[in-house]
């Protein structure tokens, strides 16, 4: 079946530019989640939501991150103003309930802020 | 708060030989321990997890890891590795859910170079 997808898979950006970076979930899951991996290091919790409700934004490293989830299948994380220390790739995992469960991740997108 | 340590940021190892790639956590409360393994260009996969019961944990592609509490560690090993075993492995760590989800920390990860 299909797993997360995620597009665009790569991205660059003039600094000053303002991104949108899409996450399709697996149908029917519940939770999904953004992370942000620079390079060398691992993923970092961005925010999450369950179903349509975005339950905690606490990762989310400025007022210029924003993500979306209106009807709570597809996922919109978008960057405004990027800066280039915004340049990583984006990770989206979703799963089918809250709890311990696992999380199925997309490939990410790896966007490049010059 | 929670956090996941993986000292080891490179591990080479000929093929056909054992592995163990350590993973400390710390927490103030019990954990849910997790280890996937990231390819190039793609995203992370789940090898296995441990919620409770049973501290042998085993995963897919022969893998397998013992949760240690005294010791706070999970390291993940495999008897005999291949080529295709090449990649990142990242451990992580979750608390129970609160809020109605659990949040999950990673440790910086460790890149697995099997040598033929």
């Known amino acids: 079946g299909a797993g997360v997808s995620q597009s665009p898979r790569y991205k660059v950006a003039k600094r000053g530019q303002d991104v949108a970076l899409r996450c399709d979930p697996i149908?029917?899951?519940?939770?999904l989640f953004w992370y942000q991996q620079a390079l060398g290091q691992g993923p970092e919790f961005l925010t999450y939501?369950?179903?349509?409700?975005?339950?905690?934004k606490s990762g989310l490293p400025s007022d210029r991150f924003f993500a979306e989830r209106p009807e709570g299948s597809v996922s919109t994380l978008k960057i405004q103003r990027t800066q280039q220390e915004d340049s990583a790739v984006y990770l989206c995992a979703s799963s089918l309930r809250q709890g311990p469960y696992e999380q199925y991740f997309g490939p990410g997108t790896r966007l490049t802020v010059t | 708060a929670q956090s996941v340590t993986q000292l080891d940021s490179q591990v080479p190892v000929f093929e056909e030989a054992p592995v163990e790639l350590r993973c400390n956590y710390s927490s103030s409360v019990s954990v849910y321990l997790f280890w996937y393994v990231q390819y190039p260009n793609q995203g992370l996969q789940l090898l296995l997890k441990y919620l409770s019961g049973s501290t042998l944990v085993k995963g897919i592609n022969g893998f397998e890891a013992e949760f240690n509490k005294s010791q706070t560690s999970f390291h993940l090993r495999k008897p005999s590795v291949h080529i295709s075993d090449t990649a990142e492995y990242f451990c992580a760590v979750s608390e129970p859910p609160s809020g109605g989800y659990q949040k999950v920390t990673f440790g910086t990860g460790t890149k697995l170079q099997v040598i033929p």
């Open positions: 149908s029917g899951h519940v939770s």
């Open positions: 939501f369950q179903n349509e409700a975005q339950l905690d």
